[in-house]
């Protein structure tokens, strides 16, 4: 009994070690190509812990980024999440994400903080659209242009990470406008 102990034990911690491997995030890349104002190759892993690696992976010939940096953000994000389901429902190659962008850390920090967000998101669509981009946030935000953290900023990107427009704030009737006008010009 004696010796069966540490083996028990000793087999208890590697499994949990390797679960905790298998669903810490890895850290984000970020490739920055061209100093002219652009989406960047990014790569994250959404809530079902699949990665995805932006622009190559975007399903829509163009997509409505949602990029928040601070927890408070999804409310703003909320917002325009049911206008964004519209537009995919009525425009063919649309599609939406939401993209929380996040400074470098540690690993189990990455874990505490995606695992926090899919146990607080029971939408399937929602986890799958949700990536976390863990990453040098001065480096994202300067090639994407985008000047503080303060806002939830609002991008629509084609294939080959053209930014098309760009607002940032709760959704309005006035922006939804702007980007409807911005969609169907990159559509011609």
């Given amino acids: 009994m004696r010796i069966r102990t540490p083996l028990l034990i000793?087999?208890?911690?590697?499994?949990?070690?390797?679960?905790?491997?298998?669903?810490?995030?890895k850290a984000s890349r970020l490739?920055?190509?061209?100093?002219?104002?652009?989406?960047?190759?990014?790569?994250?892993?959404?809530?079902?812990?699949?990665?995805?690696?932006?622009?190559?992976?975007?399903?829509?010939?163009?997509?409505?980024?949602?990029?928040?940096f601070q927890q408070r953000h999804q409310l703003v994000v909320n917002t325009w999440v049911p206008f964004a389901q519209d537009?995919?429902?009525?425009?063919?190659?649309?599609?939406?994400?939401?993209?929380?962008?996040?400074?470098?850390?540690?690993?189990?920090s990455r874990m505490f903080i995606n695992e926090g967000m899919r146990a607080?998101?029971?939408?399937?669509?929602?986890?799958?659209?949700?990536?976390?981009?863990?990453?040098?946030?001065?480096?994202?935000m300067r090639a994407t242009d985008i000047p503080d953290k303060q806002n939830v900023h609002i991008l629509l990107v084609d294939r080959d990470g053209i930014i098309r427009w760009r607002g940032t704030g709760d959704y309005s009737p006035q922006s939804g406008e702007a980007m409807l006008a911005a969609i169907d010009a990159a559509s011609r």
Wanted: proline fraction near 9%.
């Fill in 87 to 108: 537009v995919e429902a009525a425009y063919p190659g649309v599609v939406y994400y939401e993209l929380p962008t996040i400074d470098e850390m540690p690993g189990l």
């Fill in 120 to 140: 607080g998101i029971p939408d399937q669509t929602s986890r799958e659209r949700t990536i976390t981009l863990y990453l040098n946030t001065a480096e994202f």
């Fill in 10 to 25: 000793g087999a208890a911690l590697a499994g949990v070690a390797a679960l905790g491997y298998a669903i810490v995030p």
């Fill in 31 to 68: 490739s920055i190509n061209s100093p002219d104002i652009h989406f960047p190759t990014v790569s994250g892993q959404n809530l079902d812990r699949q990665e995805f690696e932006f622009p190559r992976d975007f399903a829509g010939d163009l997509n409505i980024l949602f990029v928040p």
